[in-house]
């Protein structure tokens, strides 16, 4: 197909459920693409000698080469080909912010809507799932290495990944009963169902990857135990702190951070009450601050949990909010109302102790600020009051300080991340690396996924010296 007859195809539409009906359920929203669709995408794919968009993808998948291979109808192949650097094509393909990594590059997108190379990417890890029949690499000879893997989010399980089909025992240890990390606890069911995770996690398993679940490192064993019995060490801990607005009333009943109301409702399934009795208030009237993708899965959450009202709280505008725009505009299709430029400045309470209001401040923006994005200052006298019984404050978190507050000799920074090599991930105690969020703080899942393939190849080199 020439050039030009590629580039008169438009951006295949994913289909997906009506706004109203998945307002009122958890089952995912985007239904993906079908073979059909899949192939007619793909042929908008210009195979560029240099392509661009690898540049921007983190864990250097070859997409021109899957891509040909979806055109080609050989979808064995794709999957083969993004599972030589991904070990978690299927979450990858529905979370990633690829507007902003490979699609931001792609030059069919300089004059038009980028190939949709994330929905290919999610194509391929599907078809191989639903077909029941997953490939699994020929693992090399055993090298005699032992990894332990801190930590089982995107970080971990790339680096354990990639640690095993180098021809090493690795085993991963988890904090909570179930593997995944954030994308079990922190992502709601209708963005990424649980058993897709648990899909990756099963591949890992069937590569050799060992886990151990309820093993608290820090309290059931420090990093330094570990190094006892292990060649090298991972941290993959995440950033499971919660941030907190820090205003009056913050302690009253009814007032959440998002990581427990996320935790109890999608690791704890809250929202499958009476079948799981894990309690969560069910708020009518909900103010969720924060215009972060969690912000948007905690309001979105509030409704599908039965809220006739379910805000969101930004002081700035919607161009700065840092969400995923798919997200966004998701949440406006549900009916999420959305109270821009406007500032909390007080929970008020009801004689119980109970959250029964929000006062707020609306806000104009300034000059920008160090973030580059424009200051939201406050106009005089525009208190006003919103009438709540549910408040989630979802403005991000710290790294989780339990590692590197028992094991001497880790640096780590004034917010609390690990210090460690941007290229290697090696930190200041020898044997450890770290990655992902306990690094760089809360970041995006392929960026984490990027650096614990960076450091497994550091991990690799180092152990293979010893």
């Known amino acids: 197909m020439e050039v030009k007859d590629r580039m008169k195809i438009p951006r295949q539409k994913m289909p997906e459920q009506d706004p109203k009906a998945r ?4 089952d995912e929203v985007p239904y993906g693409y079908d073979e059909n669709t899949a192939v007619t995408e793909a042929q908008r794919c210009l195979k560029c000698k240099k ?7 983190p864990v250097e998948i ?7 291979c979806i055109e080609n109808k050989d979808f064995d192949g794709a999957i083969r080909k993004i599972k030589e650097t991904n070990g978690l094509p299927a979450v990858c393909g529905r979370v990633c912010p690829q507007e902003d990594q490979c699609e931001v590059r792609c030059v069919v997108g300089k004059k038009g809507d ?13 078809y191989e799932r639903n ?14 290495k032992r990894i332990a893997v801190v930590g089982s989010g995107p970080a971990g399980l790339t680096a354990a990944g990639d640690l095993r089909l180098m021809g090493h025992d690795v085993t991963v240890m988890e904090a909570l009963h179930k593997e995944g990390g954030v994308l079990v606890y922190g992502i709601p069911e209708f963005r990424l169902p649980k058993a897709i995770v648990k899909a990756e996690v099963d ?31 991972f941290l993959g801990t995440g950033a499971g702190l919660p941030l907190f607005l820090n205003i009056p009333g913050e302690n009253l009943i009814g007032v959440y951070s998002a990581n427990e109301y996320l935790t109890r409702s999608n690791l704890m399934k809250a929202y499958l009450f009476p079948e799981y009795d894990t309690p969560i208030v069910r708020g009518k009237n909900v103010a969720v601050f924060g215009g ?9 959450t509030a409704l599908r949990l039965g809220a006739d009202n379910s805000y969101i709280i930004y002081r700035r505008s919607r161009v700065e909010m840092p969400a995923r725009n798919e997200e966004i505009h998701h949440a406006e299709e549900e009916g999420i109302n959305f109270q821009l430029l406007t500032n909390p400045i007080r929970f008020i309470g009801d004689d119980k102790g109970r959250v029964k209001g929000v006062e707020c401040l609306r806000m104009e923006l300034g000059e920008p600020d160090d973030s580059g994005r424009k200051r939201p200052v406050p106009i005089k006298g525009s208190e006003f009051v919103i009438e709540i019984d549910t408040a989630v404050v979802a403005i991000g978190n710290s790294p989780n300080p339990l590692v590197p507050a028992t094991t001497p000799g880790l640096d780590t920074s004034k917010r609390g991340t690990i210090i460690a090599d941007e290229e290697t991930g090696l930190t200041s105690r020898e044997g450890v690396f770290a990655g992902g969020d306990i690094v760089t703080g809360a970041a995006t899942v392929i960026l ?6 960076k450091a497994a190849r550091a991990i690799n080199e180092y152990v293979m010296k010893k």
């Open 292 to 300: 972060g993708n969690v912000a948007m899965d905690s309001a979105r």
């Open 23 to 26: 307002g009122k359920n958890f």
């Open 448 to 453: 984490a996924m990027g650096a614990g393939k």
């Open 51 to 57: 392509p661009p968009c690898v540049e921007g993808c």
């Open 131 to 144: 077909k029941g029949n997953v490939f699994i690499p020929e693992i090399p000879k055993s090298t005699g």
């Open 114 to 126: 980028p190939v949709a190379i994330g929905r290919l990417e999610r194509f391929a890890a599907d």
């Open 62 to 68: 070859d997409i021109p080469g899957f891509i040909v």
């Open 203 to 233: 591949y890992l398993g069937k590569l050799g990857v060992k886990f151990i679940s309820n093993y608290i490192v820090g309290k059931t064993r420090t990093v330094d135990e570990l190094l006892e019995e292990y060649d090298a060490v």
